[in-house]
């Protein structure tokens, strides 16, 4: 019988509190909402990973990856799309 070691959930210190925080107050799309209320609910710490992931209709794994991302590059990384940004089509500039 293989026994596997439950990951845990990280507890946030003071300040990436506040990021997340104000991060909550400003607009974002539905992409964006959906992780940073992934990343409230960990930092309550009242949910196991798999109950989180069920509550914000995402998988256990994807409720690592957040938290590894925002563990990394604060929210900044969490929301980042990872697509470059491709220039304008059609336009022509003066050179």
């Keep these: 019988m293989m026994r596997f070691a439950m990951r845990t959930l990280p ?13 909550w107050r400003r607009a ?3 992409r964006g909402r959906k992780r940073l209320q ?4 960990v930092a309550q710490h009242k949910l196991t990973a798999g109950e989180i ?11 690592f990856n957040y938290v590894r991302k925002f563990q990394e590059g604060g929210v900044e990384k969490l929301l980042a799309t990872g697509y470059a940004q491709r220039p ?4 022509l500039d003066a050179a």
């Excluded at 507890?11 to 991060?23: D, H």
């Excluded at 992934?38 to 609910?41: G, Y």
């Design 28 to 30: 974002h799309d539905e």
């Design 53 to 63: 992931a069920q509550a914000a209709g995402v998988g256990r794994w994807t409720v």
């Design 11 to 23: 507890r946030f210190g003071p300040e990436r509190m506040k990021e997340l925080e104000r991060a």
């Design 88 to 91: 304008a089509r059609g336009r």
């Design 38 to 41: 992934v990343l409230r609910l």
